[in-house]
């Protein structure tokens, strides 16, 4: 795993219709909107903020986490509004003895549908697999949220099972999880189709 290619310089990351890059303190307001809103952790281990302050240091906690190289929080902006934050997608558990890391994302309730999800993860992917080097990415997911895992399985992660009963959420308690998971050699192989 080439944490460098990581944490050296914060990525940011592009497509024709969505960019990844750092979320600032001038994105508050969009970010207060994402996580003021119950219905987006529906699914997720995350306690809803309902107090802008309480969101305005989490911008700090963004900036620790990377500079402790724990976590990557990218916030989603669209070409056509690149200074509107839309959604989060992350980077986390990286585990170099095994060469694996996680990702979660979450929208803002109006963008739900639009597929950026699916196109952010589409970006992130090439990058994570072949520069950070990367050899397995996985994600957990609640049985019941089907969004979630539309988008994985659009961008070529396996089902791989049930863990039952087998972690504790903030707001949820003790929850069964999906794990999906891609390797490093499937996108190859996909590439190769």
């Known amino acids: 795993m080439n944490l460098e290619a990581a944490f050296g310089t914060f990525p940011v990351l592009a497509s024709d219709r969505v960019i990844l890059k750092k979320i600032e303190t001038s994105h508050l307001e969009d970010l207060f909107e994402i996580y003021n809103n119950d219905h987006v952790f529906t699914y997720c281990g995350i306690i809803p903020k309902h107090n802008k302050d309480t969101v305005k240091n989490m911008i700090g906690h963004f900036e620790r986490d990377y500079m402790k190289k724990a ?63 990367v050899n397995r990415i996985q994600a957990e997911v609640m049985p019941r949220n089907k969004a979630s895992k539309k988008v994985l399985l659009k961008n070529g992660f396996q089902q791989e099972g049930l863990l039952r009963q087998a972690a504790l959420w903030s707001g949820k308690g003790i929850v069964d999880l999906e794990i999906y998971s891609i390797l490093q050699q499937d996108q190859v192989n996909d590439q190769d189709m």
């Not at 003895?97 to 589409?122: F, H, I």
């Open 71 to 133: 976590r990557i929080k990218w916030g989603l902006f669209t070409v056509q509004e690149p200074d509107r934050l839309l959604g989060i997608i992350e980077a986390f558990n990286f585990n170099q003895k095994v060469n694996t890391l996680s990702v979660g994302y979450y929208l803002a309730e109006q963008q739900w549908g639009k597929g950026l999800a699916t196109e952010a993860l589409k970006l992130l992917l090439p990058y994570l697999l072949h520069e950070v080097n």
